[in-house]
């Protein structure tokens, strides 16, 4: 009977005498066992399986090696992800040496049956990814769709699949992150750099990701998006699952502080669960109101302060996309679905950075790059040094000074 009270609640194997033990993420295998993933402060990753039904352990084992921050399951095997730390570890599978000869962590993603009752997860397989660190994982049908973070500039190589060309499943390392497409089996299909995302989702048609910066970031070697919010600002990205080409990247998240907690998918698309201080936020036609911040800002007002970009205790923030995109105003064909050499952009208009500006306006998120319709119609012009400095690729008006940092009191 549905009672709306809690059935069980445990912490054992997830506690440890040693010191601080963190949960990271959990998931449920076919059978109704729930598996739980953590980590203890700068020490091992940890895996545990409860009974379902009564919460009981079954077991609990550590990891050394792994720091682990995501899981994802299909049917008794469970996907991971995180940071691999050692040298010449074979307990894995093959001959395992993370970034640095050992000394760094690698971004890893392994495969764990974790059917057994008694003797913890068995190891199907592992694969490095990078120096860095994996941060998502999605499985939809016989593909897993791993995201995360890499931290050195330097060429890494998945195992393709059979069929597959050695350079599409290689990574340049020259951003801040990568999106790989794998089969079940631990072999690539395709595998692009990217910024850095926190969150991933997919319908097996399309991969949805979120990532959050209060920094310029840059998505491809062409695109650089400044955050428009007061501080940490989310973006939002769609990629073809076919062959990873990103379709489209938007900044969510409004004006204040944003950050991304979850995402997974729905029916209907993908939904993120965030965090904010922002006035509101506004994606498509839909707009969310922050009663947090307008109480916030209300006391200001009354105590004569001027408004702020963000104000009041962080609000839940829940945003749901729709599958179907809308077509930017300015676009007036774009027959691949994708923004390329065959769209056609409406005369006297520009778009990039995900928005569409009239011939002569400056990016409100780059306010020193200029849309000139002469130039491109899918670039803005830029860096104009008129009125602006263009200093590690954030646009500043001449004569500012170093920003202020709320949660530090000056800016030194």
């Known amino acids: 009977m549905d009672t709306g009270k809690a059935l069980w609640a445990t912490s054992?194997?997830?506690t440890s005498p040693a010191g601080r033990q963190y949960g990271s993420a959990i998931a449920t295998t076919a059978s109704g066992h729930v598996i739980a993933i953590g980590y203890a402060r700068n020490g091992a990753g940890r895996v545990a399986k409860y009974d379902g039904a009564t919460g009981s352990s079954v077991w609990m084992k550590d990891f050394e090696e792994l720091y682990i921050s995501q899981v994802d399951i299909?049917?008794?095997t469970a996907f991971v992800s995180g940071e691999f730390t050692g040298a010449g570890v074979t307990k894995y599978g093959g001959n395992l040496t993370s970034c640095k000869d050992g000394e760094d962590a690698s971004a890893f993603i392994a495969s764990f049956d974790v059917s057994s009752s008694t003797n913890g997860p068995a190891t199907n397989w592992m694969k490095l990814v990078g120096c860095g660190e994996g941060k998502a994982v999605t499985i939809s049908g016989d593909s897993l769709f791993v995201a995360g973070e890499l931290k050195l500039e330097k060429p890494s190589a998945l195992t393709p699949a059979t069929g597959v060309a050695a350079a599409t499943c290689t990574l340049a390392g020259n951003l801040t992150g990568y999106l790989v497409k794998l089969n079940k089996d631990g072999t690539c299909v395709w595998a692009k750099d990217t910024a850095e995302h926190e969150r991933i989702a997919t319908d097996?048609?399309?991969?949805?990701?979120a990532s959050r910066d209060d920094d310029p970031v840059k998505?491809?070697?062409a695109l650089i998006l400044s955050p428009e919010a007061d501080d940490d600002q989310i973006f939002g990205v769609k990629y073809d699952a076919a062959d990873g080409v990103a379709l489209w990247v938007e900044r969510l998240g409004g004006s204040g502080s944003s950050r991304i907690s979850d995402m997974i998918m729905t029916p209907t698309g993908p939904l993120m669960?965030?965090?904010?201080e922002s006035e509101g936020v506004t994606v498509g036609d839909v707009t969310a109101n922050n009663l947090q911040h307008a109480r916030a800002?209300?006391?200001k007002a009354a105590a004569g302060l001027p408004?702020?970009?963000?104000?009041g205790d962080q609000a839940l923030l829940v945003i749901q996309l729709s599958k179907t995109d809308k077509k930017p105003s300015c676009i007036t064909t774009c027959a691949s679905g994708k923004?390329?050499?065959d769209t056609v952009v409406a005369s006297g208009s520009c778009y990039a950075d995900g928005i569409c500006l009239a011939d002569g306006e400056f990016s409100p998120g780059r306010p020193c790059f200029q849309c000139k319709t002469a130039v491109s119609q899918i670039e803005f012009k830029g860096p104009i040094l008129d009125n602006h400095c263009y200093i590690a690729e954030i646009c500043r008006k001449r004569g500012e000074g170093a920003p202020t940092y709320a949660r530090y009191g000056d800016n030194r």
């Open 12 to 14: 054992e194997g997830m």
């Open 74 to 76: 299909v049917g008794e």
């Open 204 to 209: 097996g048609t399309h991969v949805w990701a």
């Open 219 to 221: 998505f491809s070697a």
């Open 273 to 276: 669960v965030a965090y904010s």
């Open 297 to 299: 800002s209300a006391v």
């Open 307 to 311: 408004p702020t970009a963000q104000a």
């Open 339 to 341: 923004i390329d050499q």
